[in-house]
Each structure stands twice: as C-alpha cells, then as structure tokens.
C-alpha cells in the first residue's frame, strides 16, 4: 500500500462535499433545476451517512471494501487516553505482584513439595528454585513499572507478560478470570503504540511524544471489554442466576441497604443482585459505546465495580475495569481535562 493511498478514504470524520455541488442547481446546459423529488432523496441520504457517522463514527463505505476497513483501522488518532490508560493499568499490575500474583508470600506459594496442579499442555513447566522465583518477580514488577511510566515500553511489556504468563501457567488452582483479561491486555499493549503520551519515552525521544496512534490500538482494546461485558452476561443466563439462586447471600451485605428500605429481602436479591447484574453485564458495552448513553454507562459500571470491590476478594480487578472505562470515550478527553489544570502543571500533563 502506498503511502498516502489512506489520505481520502480513511478520513470517515471529515464532512464529505462529493456531491453536494450537485445540489447547488448550477449547470451549463440550462437553469439547473433539478427534479423536485431528487433534491429530498439526496437530503435524506446525506443526513442518514450523517447519522450513521454520529452514532457509529465511519460511514458504510469505509466497510465497503478491505482496503477502506485496512485505512478506517489506521486512522492517525489522539494517543492520550490511550497513554493514561497505560499507566493506570501499569500502577495497577505493579500493585498486583504483590498481592494476587503472590509476591508477598512468595516463599509459601513455592514452598519445596508443596501440591500443585498444572494445566493440560503445560505439565513440563516447574517452579524455579525460590531465589530465582524472587527474582522472575522483580522482571515481572519492573516490566509493571516501565509499563505505567512509559519507559523503554516495548521491553517493559515483554518482560511483564513472558513472567507474567509463566507464573499463570505453573498453577491452575490459582486460575480465574480476570487474571487471565491481564495477561491479555498486556499482551495486546505489546503491540501499541502506548507510550506516546505521558510517558518517558516521549520525553527521551520527541518524534514519539504526542504522536497519533491508529485507530485499532482503541478499537482492540474496546472490543476486547466489551466481550467481558457481554460473555458475563451470557454467563448469567442460566436458570439458578435468572431465578436469584446463585447470590441469594448478598442481598444481607450493608451495600444493600438503602434497597432494603423499599424493598424485602427476597426482592433485593431477585431484582438488584441477580436482575441488576444480568442487565447491566448485557447492556453495558452498548452503553459505553454510544455518545449518548455513555455518561449513563460509566456511571452504573462505576457503582457496579466498588460495589464488587467491596462485596468479593477479587484483587485489582474491579479497579482494572474502572480504569477501562474512559477507553470508551474521545481520545483527547485527558486534555481537556488538563487543562483545567493550573498552567505550571502543563509540562507534565501534556507530556
């Protein structure tokens, strides 16, 4: 592909003015006046690409072909939520180590003749003597770090997700599924273009700092919490969930208070845990994706995320899906955010 060969059709945000001259009535042959009931058709289609560009943000003909897709895909966009999201989930991970991966009591988890159990295909795998196991830790952590700073990124990824993914697979007790969402995100991360905003790299290397990234680092990542959304969903279709069986428990929980005051016991659980949980883990990736319900969306994923930070021994994960939430909305949002800030803060929240 040449370059340059994107220019027009991967721009789907520019107003398109292809013809709309057409609609000005001018012609050399005559008066230019056009038939009544075309001037509405043309309106009416112009306003449907507009409405399609609003709710979606391409127009159907940047899926009419491979290339288009390849070029919509590649769009130059604003690296900065991108690069806050980095960091978070970097301060995150770093945080952890130290507690679900084990790190605080790594001499007990790798105990000598301690029972373990291994995953299918992965049997060969061994713990390495507890010295060496302190030491996969600290790459683990300092790949944590550099990701969250943005320092040699690209290393710091390979050294979080190679330990990270080793330490995964020696157990499958210790197996659930957010654990294996960090590996995957990390994994992916490897593969951006993260560190161009509020990172050291940019700091080190100017042609890095601010520079656009693609549109698919966004639309991976979106896609991909989106699919946790949804699959949890599916997840509570099942009868004992609809029927408010599987959680009965929690409705007991403090958290639940203020809906015992208007409601009984039986009814909370039924409407707010098991009801509550189904439609909002359904709903939730619509509603973050849409301009219109996304302040809707961040709000109940938000609630619904400290109230299981609260209600479940879950780690870091109600966390990690909080930080992935403003993924869903502009890219340059951090800047104008910062830009409340008072002006001898700007060099380090623009970098």
């Given at each position: 592909?040449?370059?340059?060969?994107?220019?027009?059709?991967?721009?789907?945000?520019?107003?398109?003015?292809?013809?709309?001259?057409?609609?000005?009535?001018?012609?050399?042959?005559?008066?230019?006046?056009?038939?009544?009931?075309?001037?509405?058709?043309?309106?009416?289609?112009?306003?449907?690409?507009?409405?399609?560009?609003?709710?979606?943000?391409?127009?159907?003909?940047?899926?009419?072909?491979?290339?288009?897709?390849?070029?919509?895909?590649?769009?130059?966009?604003?690296?900065?939520?991108?690069?806050?999201?980095?960091?978070?989930?970097?301060?995150?991970?770093?945080?952890?180590?130290?507690?679900?991966?084990?790190?605080?009591?790594?001499?007990?988890?790798?105990?000598?003749?301690?029972?373990?159990?291994?995953?299918?295909?992965?049997?060969?795998?061994?713990?390495?003597?507890?010295?060496?196991?302190?030491?996969?830790?600290?790459?683990?952590?300092?790949?944590?770090?550099?990701?969250?700073?943005?320092?040699?990124?690209?290393?710091?990824?390979?050294?979080?997700?190679?330990?990270?993914?080793?330490?995964?697979?020696?157990?499958?007790?210790?197996?659930?599924?957010?654990?294996?969402?960090?590996?995957?995100?990390?994994?992916?991360?490897?593969?951006?273009?993260?560190?161009?905003?509020?990172?050291i790299d940019g700091l080190r290397n100017p042609k890095k700092k601010n520079s656009q990234v693609p549109?698919?680092?966004?639309?991976?990542?979106?896609?991909?919490?989106?699919?946790?959304?949804?699959?949890?969903?599916?997840?509570?279709?099942?009868?004992?969930?609809?029927?408010?069986?599987?959680?009965?428990?929690?409705?007991?929980?403090?958290?639940?208070?203020?809906?015992?005051?208007?409601?009984?016991?039986?009814?909370?659980?039924?409407?707010?845990?098991?009801?509550?949980?189904?439609?909002?883990?359904?709903?939730?990736?619509?509603?973050?994706?849409?301009?219109?319900?996304?302040?809707?969306?961040?709000?109940?994923?938000?609630?619904?995320?400290?109230?299981?930070?609260?209600?479940?021994?879950?780690?870091?994960?109600?966390?990690?899906?909080?930080?992935?939430?403003?993924?869903?909305?502009?890219?340059?949002?951090?800047?104008?955010?910062?830009?409340?800030?008072?002006?001898?803060?700007?060099?380090?929240?623009?970098?």
């Amino acid at each position: 592909m040449e370059a340059g060969a994107c220019d027009n059709a991967g721009a789907p945000f520019i107003e398109r003015s292809s013809g709309q001259g057409d609609l000005s009535g001018s012609s050399d042959e005559g008066e230019g006046t056009m038939d009544k009931e075309t001037v509405p058709a043309a309106e009416r289609a112009v306003e449907t690409e507009s409405m399609l560009k609003r709710l979606f943000g391409f127009e159907k003909e940047d899926l009419s072909s491979w290339h288009r897709l390849v070029c919509l895909l590649n769009r130059p966009t604003d690296p900065a939520s991108l690069g806050i999201f980095r960091f978070l989930f970097g301060m995150i991970m770093a945080i952890d180590i130290t507690q679900e991966r084990g790190l605080s009591h790594l001499d007990y988890k790798y105990l000598d003749g301690a029972p373990v159990c291994r995953f299918p295909l992965f049997s060969f795998l061994q713990p390495l003597p507890l010295d060496y196991m302190y030491l996969v830790y600290v790459v683990m952590l300092f790949g944590a770090v550099g990701i969250m700073l943005g320092c040699f990124y690209r290393l710091s990824c390979l050294m979080f997700i190679s330990t990270y993914w080793y330490i995964f697979f020696l157990d499958k007790t210790a197996w659930n599924n957010h654990s294996y969402l960090y590996g995957l995100i990390g994994f992916q991360l490897t593969f951006m273009d993260a560190n161009r905003y509020w990172s050291i790299d940019g700091l080190r290397n100017p042609k890095k700092k601010n520079s656009q990234v693609p549109l698919w680092n966004y639309t991976l990542l979106r896609f991909q919490i989106f699919i946790v959304y949804f699959i949890a969903g599916i997840k509570k279709l099942d009868a004992d969930w609809v029927e408010g069986y599987s959680m009965s428990y929690l409705a007991h929980h403090w958290l639940f208070d203020p809906f015992r005051m208007i409601l009984p016991n039986e009814m909370v659980s039924l409407l707010v845990v098991h009801g509550g949980g189904l439609c909002l883990d359904l709903s939730a990736g619509y509603l973050l994706f849409f301009d219109a319900t996304r302040p809707f969306g961040i709000f109940f994923v938000s609630y619904f995320h400290c109230m299981n930070s609260q209600l479940f021994s879950i780690g870091m994960f109600a966390y990690t899906m909080l930080a992935t939430s403003p993924l869903f909305c502009y890219p340059d949002w951090p800047r104008h955010f910062f830009a409340r800030f008072p002006e001898i803060l700007r060099p380090v929240t623009s970098s």
